[in-house]
């Protein structure tokens, strides 16, 4: 993927990130045809849905965050593992401090975002 494309690609993640309605649905007529059928051959998006492989190239671009050990130890209490610990920038600390929390987690991916002192609760 070109730089341009991968660019594209992350506004609309970003895009679907910052709505409250929880839609994958992006809108095609406004960000051109031509971009939209090569998003959908690369398996980016399935119809006007963004997948899940569109999730993880944008999730993956955020700095790895250590886990604090006690909450290591209550997640491998619950045998999950696999988990992908991350810092929040952008959309995804929009979203934690929209919420009012220390944190947010996308479990479908696996991937956790902490701000930077958050509480246990978080």
């Not at 790895?64 to 600390?93: E, Y």
């Not at 919420?99 to 701000?115: D, P």
């Amino acid at each position: 993927m070109t730089p341009s494309e991968r660019k594209f690609l992350f506004v609309l993640v970003r895009e679907v990130l910052r709505r409250a309605d929880g839609s994958d649905e992006i809108e095609p007529k406004r960000h051109g045809d031509r971009r939209i059928a090569m998003f959908q051959s690369r398996g980016y998006l399935r119809g006007r849905v963004l997948t899940r492989t569109a999730f993880l190239e944008f999730l993956d671009t955020f700095e790895r965050a250590p886990c604090p050990a006690h909450i290591q130890d209550v997640v491998d209490s619950f045998g999950l593992d696999g988990l992908h610990w991350r810092r929040p920038k952008g959309v995804i600390l929009e979203r934690i401090e929209w919420a009012g929390g220390g944190g947010i987690a996308y479990r479908n991916f696996k991937t956790l975002f902490i701000k930077e002192g958050a509480s246990e609760p978080s």
